[in-house]
């Protein structure tokens, strides 16, 4: 079995990682930034907009962005049972390449809701 190596390239701008996704894996998605159809994601754009490369950089608190907390990520939350603001904190407090790193130990795309 091929071993998957940590790639803080494949975080999304949410806090997602790429990385451990099925459709990424399976060359079925180009992952969060070299995904130009995925122009509907208000935090891809506005992480752009900044130049940067997720929300960790941004010196607003996550946990009060309207464009983070949008209606979109609210269903993606849901479905994913994902605490995306929880890896905005950890990519704060620890880098990309520490989250890249615990999300392929882990093999998720993103920390869990408790």
Known sequence: MEKIEANKELIAACGF???ACRKYLADKCAGCHDNEK???CKIRSCV????FHTCAECHKDVAKCKIY???IGKIFAFLFNSDRAACIRYI???GEQAF???M???KCQTIKRK
Not at 48 to 51: A, E, F, L, N, V
């Open 17 to 19: 990682y790429c990385g």
């Open 69 to 71: 907390f949008n209606f």
């Open 38 to 40: 995925a122009t509907w």
């Open 48 to 51: 752009r907009s900044h130049d």
């Open 92 to 94: 704060e407090e620890h």
């Open 100 to 102: 890249a790193e615990e």
């Open 104 to 106: 392929t130990k882990r």
